[in-house]
């Protein structure tokens, strides 16, 4: 059975910058938590980050994959560099996705860290920018196939497909 690593404040925890959470409401996710599924992390609570937190943004319209290189920097909106805790959290998620054998990742869209989609271009500002967050960047150099919580139907294909080609 394929597993899947999820954001955890998709799963309702109030985990994220501002302390809020996004759950997500799917009758895949429900259909997944019983068949014992999902793998929950939080990538920056996993590298001791606090809840709230200063926002953060990909430093210059860079992406996930700039800061993996470094090329970039993460920064807070109080001018500090996170940079190190986002890389930290990263590895963390990798490290968890590895051990419990996820393939797949569903995570939170524009964040730096979970954003597969989209994330923030580094103003402050909401404006957004295609890319990945540093952790969904790390994921998929990894080979996790990464899912935005946008997602969930084209998720729910990609496994289909899988299971069914493992099946024959």
């Not at 926002?55 to 190190?84: F, Q, S």
């Not at 294909?157 to 899988?162: C, H, P, R, T, V």
Request: proline share 5%.
């Amino acid at each position: 059975m394929n597993k899947i690593l999820v954001s955890a404040c998709l799963m309702g925890h109030a985990v994220r910058y501002d302390g809020q959470s996004k759950p997500l409401a799917h009758p895949a996710i429900a259909r997944w938590i019983e068949e014992g599924r999902l793998v929950t992390i939080c990538p920056e609570m996993s590298a001791g980050m606090p809840v709230p937190r200063p926002p953060a943004e990909i430093e210059g319209g860079a992406t996930g994959e700039d800061v993996l290189a470094g090329r970039a920097r993460v920064v807070d909106i109080t001018g500090g560099d996170v940079t190190e805790e986002f890389g930290q959290a990263a590895e963390n998620a990798l490290a968890l996705a590895t051990e419990t054998g996820c393939r797949y990742a569903l995570l939170i869209d524009g964040s730096p860290s979970c954003g597969s989609g989209f994330v923030y271009d580094g103003t402050f500002s909401g404006h957004r920018q295609a890319g990945n967050g540093v952790t969904a960047a790390l994921l998929k150099q990894a080979g996790i196939a990464v899912y935005s919580d946008r997602e969930v139907e084209q998720l729910v294909a990609g496994l289909a497909a899988d299971e069914a080609h493992h099946a024959a």
